[in-house]
């Protein structure tokens, strides 16, 4: 393994022992674990930096290839520690993970130093996720003080490991309980527990939020995590697509942050469509891999530089007992399946998404980005995020000669290309992954636009429409060149975070290229924003879309 350098200081990992049950046999196994323990903590923890909006590990870039990691079998707990059988579970499904070429785990609980350090073992870096109470009164001394002590010891169990990406707080803070707490108050919370854990390890922080705190302030946080499904807010959904809302989360929230997805895909083989709980089932197996990987590539062409799939195996506890795998589809949304509680059956049983995505993570081609417009005759650069085993990545652009990309090593790869004068519309770049022996391993293709105008949609606040509360926008379409877009269809919606009203429609823009619409909800009392999106394709089947956060009673974004 090659030396590296820190801070100016000299380190390698130290040497790491792979200790099989094989070898030792289930009467060892207590020892096998402690010397594994020992085994894979590292002489200095790897550096792992946040610069020009992405991750880097080891002075690398870092795409975030991840997987949504609930232990938890049947019958068991959150927040209950296990050992022994589950143990032998947790190295079963770290070592599939990496065979399926996930780079890294994300929890909603945090990883305890004997799953660090097999996560470890298989090359698997770790989002370590704090569960904390997103009910609760973030103003209230004790519930800070509880907060703070109980993410300092994390902190102090993770940082020796250096495979820990960073930490995420909480998951899906409740916005009534941010609203009664006061934004400011509960940005002070989310502070305050950042430097606590980084009093103990300075690696980023972030809060894993969802689309209803949009209307907060990120910009303290290292990276922002948002949590974002391609079935919900469906008024969203259906304005501007997932791919759509992914880019405003990046440009509007992130800004000049890595936007990571905590959680997407989501689908479901349940019988149940939809239950009161949310979800997505009633799927085929075929259906469930088609419509997540379908998700992973909306939040990429949507500028987040990594993304989480939902979820490892199926998740009985979620959202009743654990004791029964009940007709909901989060129950049912495993890339392994977890159908009884046989023994047999607890291991896990892959779905059709665990081939599937096995497949998408060995390329993935971070740019060209699909649907977006290029330049004309001027270097574009080409980066593509590979694992290990991919020594070689070539490319073609419309079916001409194939090129190969430089390697760093770490798959990692880059190059540049231009179109010709020439070139206009729909353009083709095809990719291969190569290994040592120049077999093709995966091969991707990504279809982007050049020698097109961009199009832009604006929404403005009209007033209040027929009744006292309903609420009347209008939208205008144009090109770059300020030219109206005219007879275009338009989808929009209004979604209300507080009480999730939400409503949608369509309209087709004027002479002028505008239009004009009214909310066909109208918001509860305790509801203190609308979000209000809209959209529309363009001939070239991209969408283009904008979202603005009104402040009920205010007329400003």
């Keep these: 393994m090659t030396m590296g ?81 589950n143990r032998r579970w947790t190295q079963l499904d770290f ?31 770790v989002l370590q996720g704090i569960w904390l109470d997103p009910k609760q009164d973030f103003s209230d001394p004790h519930n800070q003080q509880a907060a703070i002590d109980q993410v300092q010891a994390v902190a102090e169990k993770s940082k020796t490991f250096d495979n820990v990406l960073g930490y995420l707080i909480m998951t899906e803070p409740n916005p009534e309980a941010v609203l009664d707490t006061g934004t400011e108050e509960t940005m002070q919370y989310f502070r305050r527990l950042k430097r606590a854990i980084q009093s103990v390890d300075p690696r980023p922080v972030s809060m894993d939020s969802w689309p209803p705190l949009a209307f907060m302030d990120y910009h303290d946080f290292d990276f922002v995590t948002f949590n974002l499904f391609a079935f919900w807010p469906k008024s969203i959904i259906h304005a501007m697509g997932l791919a759509g ?32 709980a949310g979800g997505f089932g009633g799927l085929t197996e075929y259906s469930q891999s088609l419509k997540d990987l379908e998700s992973l590539r909306a939040v990429l062409e949507g500028h987040a530089f990594g993304s989480v799939l939902v979820s490892w195996i199926d998740t009985w506890h979620y959202p009743r007992d654990p004791d029964t795998h009940d007709n909901e589809p989060w129950e049912w949304d495993g890339v392994l399946a977890i159908p009884t509680d046989s023994e047999k059956d607890e291991v896990g049983i892959p779905r059709q998404i665990y081939k599937d995505v096995s497949t998408y993570n060995q390329l993935i081609p971070v740019e060209p980005k699909t649907n977006h417009i290029y330049p004309i005759a001027q270097p574009v650069p080409i980066q593509v995020n590979a694992p290990d085993d991919v020594i070689h990545v070539r490319y073609t652009v419309n079916d001409g000669d194939w090129k190969y990309l430089d390697g760093s090593g770490h798959g990692w790869f880059q190059g540049f290309f231009k179109l010709p004068k020439l070139a206009k519309k729909r353009q083709t770049m095809n990719f291969q992954a190569l290994d040592k022996d120049e077999t093709v391993l995966a091969t991707k293709e990504v279809s982007f636009l050049a020698g097109v105008l961009e199009e832009s949609v604006t929404i403005e606040i009209k007033g209040t429409g027929r009744g006292a509360k309903a609420l009347e926008f209008s939208v205008k379409l144009e090109d770059s060149l300020h030219h109206p877009l005219t007879q275009r269809k338009v989808y929009y919606g209004c979604f209300f975070p507080i009480s999730f009203g939400e409503a949608r ?16 909800t109208t918001p509860e009392p305790h509801d203190r924003y609308i979000f209000v999106a809209a959209g529309t394709d363009r001939p070239e089947h991209v969408r283009t879309s904008d979202l603005r956060i009104f402040k009920l009673g205010h007329t400003t974004p």
């Design 245 to 276: 809302m992914t880019r405003w989360m990046a440009d509007h929230v992130a800004a000049d942050k890595p936007l990571i997805i905590g959680e997407t895909g989501g689908y479901a083989v349940s019988e149940a469509s939809q239950t009161a």
């Design 95 to 125: 070592e599939r993970m990496k065979a399926a070429h996930f780079n890294t785990i994300r929890t909603w609980d945090a990883l305890d130093p004997e799953e660090l350090a097999l996560a470890n073992q298989n090359g698997l870096m």
């Design 505 to 520: 429609g369509t309209l087709t823009t004027n002479d002028s290229g505008q239009g004009t619409f009214t909310c066909q």
């Design 5 to 85: 350098n820190v801070g100016g200081a000299s380190w390698r990992p130290c040497q790491n022992i792979y200790l099989t049950h094989a070898v030792w046999g289930a009467s060892w196994r207590p020892l096998q674990f402690l010397l594994l323990f020992l085994l894979s903590l590292p002489c200095f923890a790897a550096r792992v930096e946040i610069r020009e909006g992405r991750f880097y590990v080891d002075n690398e870039p870092f795409y975030v290839r991840g997987i949504g990691y609930a232990p938890w079998r049947p019958h068991q707990h959150p927040g209950i520690s296990y050992t022994d059988t």
